[in-house]
């Protein structure tokens, strides 16, 4: 009896090697077949961006994005306006400094009725 059970032991124990070994097979599987999905799926979402990009490209026009376009001009008119500062600097200075330097001193008419007189 002793016997019977010690070989029922042994097939219980390589019976949960075989079901180890079993499991261990269809993870392994199942990671392969994860990957090889990963990589359809990043092949498909290219394909698909590229499609994107070209058809944007079409209704855009061929030279490229607006924003460049737009990108440019702004560069285009702060350049401008710097050199228009440069050019307009020295002249608003000059008249800066003139209007500072120049002050009159007038009391107006309505001020001078309005204050007591000394007699």
């Given at each position: 009896m002793s016997k019977e059970i010690s070989k029922l032991m042994m097939a219980e124990k390589m019976a949960s090697e075989k079901i180890a070994e079993a499991?261990?097979?269809r993870n392994e599987k199942m990671k392969n077949a994860k990957r090889e999905a990963q990589i359809l799926i990043d092949e498909y979402r290219k394909e698909k961006e590229k499609s994107y990009q070209e058809s944007l490209e079409k209704t855009l026009g061929t030279s490229g994005s607006e924003s460049e376009n737009l990108q440019r001009q702004t560069?285009?008119?702060?350049?401008?306006?710097?050199q228009d500062?440069?050019?307009?600097?020295?002249t608003v200075i000059n008249m800066l400094v003139g209007a500072v330097c120049s002050v009159t001193c007038v009391v107006p008419e309505g001020r001078k009725r309005n204050m007591p007189q000394d007699d």
């Open positions: 499991r261990a097979a560069d285009a008119e702060v350049s401008k306006m710097k500062f440069e050019r307009n600097k020295s």
